[in-house]
């Protein structure tokens, strides 16, 4: 059992370029998000699904997009990377809506991106 | 504005000894709130989830406390080991749209 997979890993970028970062959850869980971690600042959302071909924008969606074709996939784009966008991304999934008592989340293991 | 404050935001204790984190909230109303470990290079992995009516709850070693009426939670260490060595994050949940506000964590490291 894997949990949440992110790849790739690792990730330096020029600024203009573009890239799509893959989350995968073999939970069969119905929620999936995307977050960004940067140093003194707590984890931001910036994309959620809440199912299967839905997307919507969390706190900071500005320079991303994402799709959620199939169930156990979520996928984050940058289009036209910018140095700020620099940080460490977080895929996360949970069965149910996350912010639920009952409902852990479950996050995967990270994606280092660097854009200069 | 609702936010996820947490002290101290580094601690260095020797192996065996016990510890307390601390996380105070203004986020309302109030749903939830979860402590999770992140190691370094890590994703956060879940150590207790606790509601409105639970004020203590333990997760083997880690033992949190909640007091919805300051707005306070604790996460208390046991005979700490090398590998509780990681950053601990607070989240809270609550406010309108019950939305995850997270703290910016305690870095703990445990040396001999």
């Known amino acids: 059992n894997a949990g949440v997979t992110q790849t790739p890993k690792f990730r330096v970028l020029k600024t203009g370029q573009s890239m799509t970062l893959l989350c995968a959850q073999d939970?069969?869980?119905?929620?999936m998000y995307w977050y960004r971690q940067d140093p003194g600042m707590g984890l931001r959302l910036i994309h959620y699904?809440?199912?299967?071909?839905?997307?919507a924008k969390g706190e900071v969606p500005d320079g991303y997009n994402v799709s959620r074709l199939k169930k156990q996939n979520f996928l984050l784009g940058l289009e036209s990377a910018a140095p700020s966008q620099t940080s460490v991304y977080f895929c996360?999934?949970?069965?149910?809506?996350?912010?639920?008592?009952?409902?852990?989340?479950?996050f995967g293991e990270g994606s280092w991106l660097t854009v200069v | 504005k609702n936010q996820v404050e947490q002290s101290p935001q580094s601690l260095i204790i020797l192996e065996g000894k016990n510890c307390t984190l601390q996380c105070n909230y203004t986020v309302s109303p109030f749903s939830n709130l979860r402590w999770y470990k992140q190691d370094t290079g890590r994703g956060p992995v879940s150590l207790t989830i606790?509601?409105?009516?639970?004020n203590t709850k333990s997760n083997g070693r880690y033992t949190a406390t909640l007091d919805a009426d300051t707005k306070q939670s604790s996460l208390h260490i046991t005979a700490s080991q090398l590998s509780d060595s990681a950053s601990y994050i607070c989240?809270?949940?609550?406010?309108?749209?019950?939305?995850?506000?997270f703290g910016t964590g305690t870095r703990l490291q445990v040396t001999l």
């Open positions: 606790m509601t409105f009516s639970e």
């Open positions: 699904s809440v199912g299967e071909g839905t997307t």
């Open positions: 989240v809270v949940i609550g406010g309108t749209a019950s939305k995850l506000t």
């Open positions: 996360a999934s949970s069965y149910r809506e996350g912010s639920g008592s009952g409902n852990t989340i479950y």
């Open positions: 939970m069969n869980h119905e929620y």
